[in-house]
Antibody
């Protein structure tokens, strides 16, 4: 049973860089696409981007200028870096797996999420 | 358009049937997936593809689609089905981006 676990600071100062890591347990990171999704308090879900171990990466156009995704197959982890953060980036950040086959358009496994707040 | 629109809220009597809809141009060419989210929890995939349920999802959940509208139906709603439901699909840009619906709060009376 594949499980995902996000890690990273819960509090970030405005204009700084948010760094989060998602650890994949119970399966290889190399076989799937992996994604980040966020949810501001009381609001809906927003897709951030996805990455594959082959180097295929895709970003939400609204975040492209500030966003970097990376993957470390030796650690079975993938990471997010979001630069120049503001209060508008306050959200629960989830990592998720994109399914295969007919589930290839679905996020079939999710981490528990990590709340990130921005404060000076 | 890359937006997916859902009704903000819907109520259903215990044991009755409720249908949640999701509208968007991208649904003309991409299947919708559906997620259930309870307070303080991560979303859970309940329907994907044409009408597939992941292991462990009750068969009272089903999906369908017509034109630019996808639907999630709960047949015989249970108290534990009270939650927020989100649809998602690839967007219509052709750039393999994803988009989520605005979400529907389902209340079981």
């Amino acid at each position: 049973q594949v499980q995902l676990q996000e890690s990273g600071p819960g509090l970030v100062k405005p204009s700084e860089t948010l760094s989060l890591t998602c650890s994949v347990f119970g399966g290889s990171i190399s076989s799937y696409y992996w994604s980040w999704i966020r949810q501001p308090p009381g609001k809906g879900l927003e897709w951030i981007g996805y990455i594959h171990s082959t180097g295929n990466i895709n970003y939400n156009p609204s975040l492209t200028s500030r966003l970097s995704l990376s993957i470390d197959t030796s650690k079975n982890q993938f990471s997010l870096r979001l630069r120049s953060v503001t209060a508008a980036d306050t959200a629960v950040y989830y990592c998720a797996r994109i399914g295969a086959g007919e589930a290839g358009d679905a996020f079939d496994i999710w981490g528990q999420g990590t709340m990130v707040t921005f404060s000076s | 358009s890359s937006e997916l629109t859902q009704d903000p809220a819907v109520a259903v009597a215990l044991g009755q049937t409720v249908r949640i809809t999701c509208q968007g141009d991208s649904l003309r060419s991409h299947h919708a997936s559906w997620y259930q989210q309870k307070p303080g929890q991560a979303p859970v995939l309940v329907i994907y593809g044409k009408n597939n349920r992941p292991s462990g999802i009750p068969d009272r959940f089903s999906g369908s689609s017509s034109g630019n509208t996808a639907s999630l139906t709960i047949t015989g709603a249970q108290a534990e089905d009270e939650a927020d439901y989100y649809c998602n699909s690839r967007d219509s840009s052709g750039n393999h981006h994803y988009v989520f619906g605005t979400g529907t709060k389902v209340t079981v009376l």
